[in-house]
């Protein structure tokens, strides 16, 4: 099996802050607009080389949306930036409205998803807004997985022609995709070649998904593992390809079961090619403060709970 | 630019326009419509400095958002009486394959709609992207942007309010139709709003107060005034004063028909007291 080298625990939010920091230089249609988390967001590049281009909102992230969708009139590429939270939730309305339904070429970065957020609690740590997202017709769907792929798709998404909503997060992680990689839109990225068990994860679960696959090809399970890091449009090809070899899908994702990756899978398979699934997902539920290793512990989140889906429907093959 | 006389032909024609559509369809707000006409009237056909061929992309042009929506009527007769699409279009109001939404969308592909409104509370914030976008552009054009006074019960303008003082943009006209009507009743009775001039100046606006939103000549001068205030590092808002159905005797001063169409026998009333001027489509 392949070998992926972290080549050091890094935060996404980071590979965020560097690719708006290059795009800044390459594109100068580039704005930014952050409400009152600059430093959270690691803007504070863009915002120090290109100050015309950074808007600095206070804390009021509907205005945000809507003069984002305004920038728009005119040929700006806007990318927002605050917690996912106050990206999707707080202002539905805005981004389905001024954004969505109006096809403004906005792209709403959101950093802190998820439990790995940590100490803050339930209040910030949003595990319904992949859902949210991806039911907005026309919303692009992304949840990149480490520093470099996290880099690479900001860069990707001023290319893109419609809005987009790039999922991301707190922590350091595991840092282990090539450094300067195309990103691909919609396109999944095959991590580990297997012939006994489907493992699809999105966001942070990609490098526990990868660990997974170690211990299970030790008890002689081999795991196919893919990134799926663009939820909307998925790679429904993809997919199905492996599924047709394996027979069996576990699904992993920082996120509520509902609404999340692991049921856009399942309409997948549902409409094509049925096959057993288990889900690494919160299981419709809030969270709680904790370190981000002990929420991923509690709520079921890890390489382990990954190994032991598999097990599980391997059996319902 | 058009004379009086000629402007109160082409008001009369789009109040016209306003009856006609809604009754056709039995539905639509013809009462904050008709409030608005004269406005619609002056701004489209001697204030805005469009570009012919209605490209839409944005550039050297001056830019109009209407964020309350519902008044779409008065919105799509005046934009295609300009020319922006065929006036035979408004036959299709709020039916069905139709770009003409009950709700004005960008998304049916109608020149002349900037953004999607309807949802109440969201113009302002996307008038003013719009108007850093033109400073960014080096783009001396201005941004019009038109408000119902009920609709500024809605937070994020207040959000958008302070920014746009904060950041002098000053190349913005917001007017705010300061009909005192809302759905539930006056604006009074739902929820006071309080002095909303010395809010906005609170809010370090500088405001213009119109008491005759619905005389021609009382709407070019306050646009002209507004005009003159622009570009000097603070957003311009006028408070206009206008009279909900105006035009349409039985439909004025109440909120009765903010979103009730006449019937065959209103209509015929409504039709008489504002003759056919340019043609009805």
Redesign the interface.
Known sequence: MKTYTNTGNIDTRSGFGAGLEILGDSNPNVVALCADLTGSLKMNAFKDKHPDRFFQVGIAEANMMGIAAGLTIGGKIPFTGTFANFSTGRVYDQIRQSIAYSGKNVKICASHAGLTLGEDGATHQILEDLGLMKMLPGMTVINTCDFNQTKAATIAIADHDGPVYLRFGRPKVANFTPKDQSFEIGKAVKLQEGTDVTIVATGHLVWEALEAAKTLHEQGIAAEVINIHTIKPLDDKAILSSVKQTGCIVTAEEHNYLGGLGESVSRVLAQHHPTPQEFVATQDTFGESGTPAQLMEKYGLNAKAIVEKSKKVLKRK | MTTSSNLQEFVTQVRRDILRQVHKVNSGHPGGSLGCTEFFSVLFKEVLRAKDHFDM???DED?F?LSNGHISPVYYSVLSRCGYFPVEELKTFRHINSRLQGHP???EGLPGV??????LG?????????????K??G?KHLVYSLHGDGELQE??NW??I??AA??KIDNIIATVDYNGQQIDGSTDDVLPMGDLKAKFEAFGWDVIEEENGNDIDAVRNVLAEAKSKTGQSKPVVILLKTIMGNGVDFMMHTHAWHGKAPNDEQLEIGLKQNPETLGDY
């Open positions: 992309d944005g550039k830019l958002f969308t960008t998304h900037r953004t999607a409104s309807g949802s969201q113009g302002l914030s996307v008038a003013l992207g719009s108007a850093l976008s033109k960014l552009n783009d937070g994020q959000e958008a302070m920014f904060a950041n």
